[in-house]
Each structure stands twice: as C-alpha cells, then as structure tokens.
C-alpha cells in the first residue's frame, strides 16, 4: 500500500495541491490524506482551512482530512518539534492515530524549512519529500540551514508560475529541480471556488485593495500599516476610481478597517470592506477589479499573471528599508514586486502596466540579493552577485542592497575596491569588535 500525506495551512495552498493533483503531477497512491494545520497565533480563534468557505470543492481530491493540531495538542503546530529520541515514538503513534499500518509513505509539504513541515518531515524519516511553494517565497534562498537527513530526501519544488521566466532559488542548495504546476489547472480549480462566500456584495470593476497584516510579522507598527492602506485608499481614488473594496487579512484587528472608512467618507469614495474570508482569486472572477492595489501581497502576481487585471503597488520602497535582519524571507517577493509592477503614484505607468525589468534582469536581480541574504547557503552565488553588482548598481538598484552588508561580505559596493580584502580578514574583524566595544564602555 501507497499512502500520500499533504500537508496544507491555508485555503490556497491546498488550491495549488488540488491543481497539481488534476494536472498529474502526482504519482497514482492507493489513499491520499490532507493534513490540515492551522498555524494562526491563536488557532482556537481562527477557522481551520477545513472549514473556510469553498473548501468543500477541494475536499474530493483526498480520502481523508486530519488535523496536525489536535495530533500534537497542547502544543502549537509552529513551536512544536519532536526532539530526536522521540521521533520513532512519533510514527508509530501517527501510524496508529491515521491507520497507516505499514503503509509507503510519500509527503507533499510546504515551507519545509520550518516548523509544522519540518517536524512532520522528521517524524516520517524514510518519505519522499515533495515541496510545495508558498507564493513568491519559493523564488528566494531557503531562510535557513536544513539538515541534509530531510534535505536530500526533497525531490523537487513544485510552484506556480507568477513570474514567467524566473528560476526559484529555494532548496537549490540540494539540487531540488523546479516543476511548474499548469496554470490552466490552477485557475480551472479557483473556477471552481468562485461562487462560494455568497454573501458576498456585489460590487463591478471596483479598485480592490489587499491587506496583509504586515504589523503582526513586526514589519511595520499598527499605526504605519493603517497609514499604508489609507495610501493605497488615497492612490486609488487619484486615479480616478470611486468605488474601493478592501480585503483586509483574516487576522487583522477591526480598528484597521475604521481608520480606513472614516477616510473613505471624507474622500467621498464608496467603501466596501469584507467580512467574508475568501480569496482574492474568487473576487477577481467575481468582481473584475478594475485596479488591484497592494503592497507586496501574492495575489498582485495572481491577478497580474493568471488573471491580466491591472495592478499597482505601494509601500514596497519603506519595507526594503525596513526589513530586518538583511536575510528576512519577505526580501525576495518585496524586491520582485517592486522591481516588476507600477508604483500607484505612477499613472503613466499604471496605466500602460509597464513593468521596470525584464525576467532576464529580475533575475540577476534575485540572484544577487539571494546570495547576499543567505552567502553560507548558496556560495556559489557569490562570483554572479559580484558582477552583478560591479554592472548594474546604480541609483535605483541600490533599494534592493545595504551598504553594510555588501561591506561584510567583501562585495562590489561596500567599502573601496582596494580594501576589499579586510571584511574577510579575521584579524581585522576581531579589532572592530574590540574598537565597538571599547567605545560602549567609553560612552557608559
């Protein structure tokens, strides 16, 4: 006997599972199971992906649907790991708990360099390992070292195609290939989905403006992200629009979307803000934006790419100086949606939807920064980045880079090309620490 575990935290992830499936991409199992976790900061609060609107569409794909929460409750499916002389432990209580005898097991998991994933990939110790991308995370380095004992067993990275033409750099590190998931069976699933959420209002060709719950990551303050979506708000309506929908995140507070309506009503501009958590996928069938406005959320990609609706973005230039520390997962899809889509308050641009870079530049754009957020990861990087930055660093390259960390690793940019040499010299690196920490007890 065969059996398939995928794992899914979110209605769209388990949309991408569903398109592979119908696509192929999947060897015949003789049971498939859904492994459902529910990764919010308070899970008891917060619907489970099994009980989101639509997901009864998806539910046929597999023979059964259990719950990593209630397998490892107390515990919460992100802070929980099986330390190592408890893991057969694990499996066989697993094996028991979701009948799978002596079964073969392969897994389909997400975001396997973190917890839930890597602990379920640990647990099943001899499974094949088949990744799944989570929006545009999939096309930046790994964030952080994976064991080799769960690395190598990774087969390949299967993602959807956003950004036609750019190459995923995560897991390369193991030599795990790329597969592109169909885009025509991607969106035939969403199809699927687009007349779930009933209550939703209907409202034609509107501005939709996506919300990500950016303070909760401790991106921006709760002040900053509320003024973040007034500007969305505020740039939308420059551009001629009258009628706004906002989508806020599931987990985002409710005083973000009344800072949001009493700006509305002094603009004069006719405010729908959803209550209903679907996705952004199911508006842009059931609304046909006339604008879709965002920071750097996925689904700008997703209307752009699979749906050809307009986009716009905001804020991407305040989060690529934000961002902290320089190899912060959100680096990558912050610098592709900055460098691919219009900026809002470019209405020449947003306009035309010109895009600032081809896939080719965006590419050795990505390269580089990958390298400089993860140099330990993906070493070989290193001579690409080089003349990368030696070419193209110019006034509106120098957004996606830090001086400071370009100096730490000796690369064009830092400090003059004739000192180069000492941000790798050890013994220079031990008498700055010594200079900075003589010039604290000075300062005391």
Same mark, same amino acid.
């Not at 989101?52 to 790991?81: K, Q």
């Not at 993906?378 to 996606?400: G, I, M, S, V």
């Given at each position: ?7 899914? $935290?979110?209605?769209? !992830? ?10 192929? =991409? ?9 492994? %459902? ?12 992906? &099994? ?15 259990? $719950? ?6 107390? @515990?919460?499916?992100?802070?929980? *790991? ?25 897994? *389909?998991? #997400? ?51 956003? %950004? ?6 995560? /897991? ?20 699927? /989905?687009?007349?779930? !959420?009933?209550? /939703? ?13 950016? $303070? ?58 959803? &209550? ?5 996928? %199911? ?11 965002? =920071? @750097? $959320? ?20 305040? /989060?690529?100086?934000?961002?902290? +520390? ?6 990558? +899809? ?8 219009? #900026?809002?308050? &470019? ?31 993906? +070493?070989?990087?290193?001579? #690409? ?8 660093? &110019? ?32 013994? %220079?690196?031990?008498? *700055? ?12």
């Amino acid at each position: 006997m065969t059996t398939q575990i995928f794992m899914a $935290s979110t209605l769209y !992830g388990t949309a991408t599972l569903a398109a592979a499936l119908d696509a192929g =991409c999947f060897d015949a199992a003789d049971r498939r199971i859904l492994l %459902v976790s529910n990764n919010a900061a308070t899970p008891e609060t917060a619907p489970s992906v &099994d009980r989101m609107p639509g997901f009864e569409r998806l539910r046929g794909r597999f023979d059964d649907v259990v $719950s990593w929460n209630e397998a490892i409750s107390p @515990f919460h499916p992100g802070g929980w *790991a099986p330390r190592t002389d408890d893991v057969p432990l694990w499996e066989r209580y697993l094996r028991l708990a979701w009948g799978l005898g002596d079964d073969d097991l392969a897994l *389909a998991v #997400e975001s396997i360099q973190v917890n839930p994933a890597l602990g379920v990939a640990q647990i099943f110790a001899d499974a094949p390992v088949t990744v799944y991308a989570d929006g545009l995370m999939s096309y930046g380095p790994t964030r952080n070292k994976i064991d080799p004992l769960v690395g190598t067993r990774v087969e390949r990275l299967l993602h959807l195609d956003l %950004v036609p033409g750019l190459r995923p750099l995560l /897991l390369t590190e193991f030599g795990v290939e790329p597969e592109v998931v169909p885009t025509a069976a991607f969106t035939k699933v969403l199809a699927e /989905l687009v007349d779930t !959420g009933a209550e /939703l209002p209907e409202v034609e060709e509107p501005a939709l403006l996506l919300g990500q719950y950016l $303070s909760a990551l401790n991106i921006l303050s709760a002040e900053q992200e509320e003024k973040l979506h007034v500007r969305m708000l505020k740039g939308a309506v420059d551009l001629g629009h009258t009628r706004v929908v906002f989508k806020p995140h599931p987990s985002a507070p409710a005083r973000f979307t009344r800072v949001l309506e009493t700006e509305a009503e002094q603009l004069g501009v006719d405010l729908t803000v959803l &209550d209903t958590p679907v996705l952004a996928e %199911v508006l842009y069938q059931r609304m046909r934006p006339a604008l879709v406005v965002g =920071c @750097f $959320s996925t689904g700008l990609l997703t209307a752009s790419a699979l749906y050809g609706l307009p986009v716009a973005r905001t804020g991407t230039d305040t /989060l690529l100086e934000r961002l902290t +520390p320089y190899e912060n997962s959100n680096r990558v +899809p912050v610098t592709i949606v900055d460098a691919l889509l219009p #900026e809002l308050t &470019d209405r020449a641009a947003v306009h035309e939807q010109r895009a600032s870079m081809d896939a080719e530049a965006l590419g050795d754009l990505v390269r580089a920064v990958g390298f400089a957020m993860q140099p330990k990861i993906l +070493p070989q990087l290193r001579p #690409e980045a080089e003349r990368y930055l030696a070419r193209h660093l &110019d006034a509106r390259t120098w957004r996606y880079f830090k001086k400071k960390r370009l100096t730490s690793l000796g690369l064009p940019g830092g400090v003059p090309a004739q000192l180069s040499f000492l941000p790798r010299n050890a013994t %220079v690196r031990r008498f *700055a620490r010594k200079a900075r920490s003589l010039k604290r007890v000075v300062r005391r």
